[in-house]
């Protein structure tokens, strides 16, 4: 669970970050990188929480 809290305030950061320069570049490059960042942290919670789902089911 540490691990999740880490990795989602580092892609808050990231996002945040990308957000804030496209804003300021108007560069869709920084808006595709948060995009990206967002997939990435999505599938990685996903893989997180299925495997702590499985470790619940195989204990029982």
Request: avoid cysteine.
């Amino acid at each position: 669970m540490l691990l999740l809290r880490i990795v989602g305030v580092l892609v808050a950061i990231t996002i945040g970050a990308g957000i804030v320069a496209f804003l300021i570049t108007r560069d869709r490059r920084f808006l595709r990188l948060s995009w990206q960042v967002t997939k990435y942290a999505a599938l990685f919670t996903l893989i997180v929480l299925a495997l702590m789902f499985f470790e619940r089911v195989i204990v029982l």
